[in-house]
């Protein structure tokens, strides 16, 4: 109670309790670095209130590197893991997500461009008046979780709710370059009654450069056709490979990526259900360990934790996509700002 009020107090002054017609001093969730709480302003709308724990910015940096400490001391993660630009990584959205000031300027973009009832997805309103960096209020959303509509729901919503997790996090990257890179269950609420999908949490917001997701569709494009040789040219222009590798190494990274694009490679519905793709790409981690010569892409960290999370979530549903449309639809609008590097087999024949 007393830490609650003091950064109440710090936040929004010493008049803060009168900023709200209720406030719940019990909090009703637990933040990544904070918790949550439910209120009401004097208008009556119910809103939430996430509030970050004291000292938690100033103690990452410490926190990082006494991990990375232990990590390298007992090895626990092989040295082709690249532990040191992993805790760069880690910092730097350990870093972000202390900013609600951010969150809140991606909850808006975001409401911008995804809120809207045609789509079936909603995105919160921000409450600036009571808003701060370090407390962040929204519009109180309510549903039931992702959990609950895999277990509850009929095929027929599943297949709508997975439709709608991979039309986000490829329009998110593809359309729009930027990404609300988190891809915990918990960020969704479901709406049964208006068959809406609340979308919460933007922390872990961040862009990307044109010309990283002109080479990234390029490659997810590739997948999407089999097309290995190509596969393998623009991870190098990505900075996946180094043009060193071994055989063994360029074989096992191009068969991920081709699991990455097994969604948008046949025309009609991909059922997530029966995907045994997560299996696939975990029985080829050991030789990509071993044989790793380069840290990933710095961009990918999060990305590639998107993509799994939204994977496993359409997986969870069970959910059917017709992920070829949805994908092959953006490729087709999209316009490239860098020149295509890649020289096909049958434009060497041409040439030759």
């Known amino acids: 109670q007393h830490q609650l009020d003091s950064v109440m107090r710090r936040?929004?002054?010493d008049g803060w309790r009168e900023k709200f017609k209720t406030f719940n001093d019990i909090p009703i969730a637990a933040a990544s670095i904070g918790q949550v709480h439910e209120a009401w302003?004097?208008?009556?709308?119910?809103?939430?209130?996430?509030?970050?724990?004291?000292?938690?910015?100033?103690?990452?940096?410490?926190?990082?590197?006494?991990?990375?400490?232990l990590v390298t001391y007992t090895k626990l993660l092989p040295k082709n893991m690249f532990a040191d630009i992993l805790a760069v990584e880690m910092k730097k959205e350990l870093m972000a997500e202390c900013d609600y000031v951010n969150e809140a300027n991606f909850y808006k973009i975001f409401r911008t461009l995804f809120d809207d009832p045609k789509l079936g997805l909603h995105v919160p309103e921000v409450i600036d008046d009571?808003?701060?960096?370090?407390?962040?209020?929204?519009?109180f959303v309510e549903g039931i979780t992702l959990d609950e509509v895999a277990a509850t729901m009929p095929q027929s919503?599943?297949?709508?709710?997975?439709?709608?997790?991979?039309?986000?996090?490829?329009?998110?990257?593809?359309?729009?370059k930027l990404m609300q890179t988190d891809p915990n269950p918990a960020n969704f609420f479901y709406r049964p009654d208006t068959d809406t999908l609340a979308l919460?949490?933007?922390g872990a917001g961040r862009s990307y450069s044109p010309k990283f997701v002109d080479t990234y569709?390029?490659?997810?494009?590739?997948?999407?056709?089999?097309?290995?040789?190509?596969?393998?040219?623009?991870?190098?222009?990505?900075?996946?490979?180094d043009g060193t590798e071994a055989a063994v190494m360029n074989e096992a990274h191009a068969q991920g990526v081709l699991h990455v694009g097994e969604p948008f490679k046949s025309p009609g519905l991909f059922d997530f259900g029966a995907s045994t793709m997560v299996g696939q790409v975990y029985e080829l981690?050991?030789?990509?360990?071993?044989?790793?010569?380069?840290?990933?892409?710095?961009?990918?960290?999060?990305?590639?934790?998107?993509?799994a999370g939204c994977y496993l979530l359409c997986m969870k549903l069970k959910a059917r996509v017709d992920g070829y449309s949805m994908f092959h639809t953006i490729h087709s609008n999209y316009t490239?700002?860098?020149p295509d590097t890649y020289v096909r087999q049958a434009d060497k024949f041409h040439s030759a």
């Open 157 to 176: 919503v599943r297949d709508s709710v997975g439709t709608r997790l991979l039309h986000l996090a490829l329009n998110e990257l593809f359309v729009y």
């Open 200 to 202: 919460i949490d933007f």
């Open 336 to 338: 490239f700002v860098t």
């Open 11 to 13: 936040e929004l002054g």
């Open 130 to 139: 009571v808003s701060t960096r370090h407390v962040l209020t929204t519009e």
């Open 217 to 241: 569709l390029r490659t997810v494009h590739a997948a999407a056709m089999g097309d290995k040789d190509a596969i393998i040219h623009y991870s190098k222009d990505l900075g996946f490979l």
């Open 41 to 69: 302003l004097p208008d009556g709308r119910k809103v939430a209130v996430k509030i970050q724990y004291p000292g938690v910015a100033d103690s990452i940096d410490s926190d990082i590197k006494n991990l990375l400490s």
């Open 285 to 307: 981690a050991p030789v990509m360990l071993e044989h790793r010569k380069r840290p990933p892409p710095s961009e990918v960290y999060s990305l590639h934790r998107k993509l």
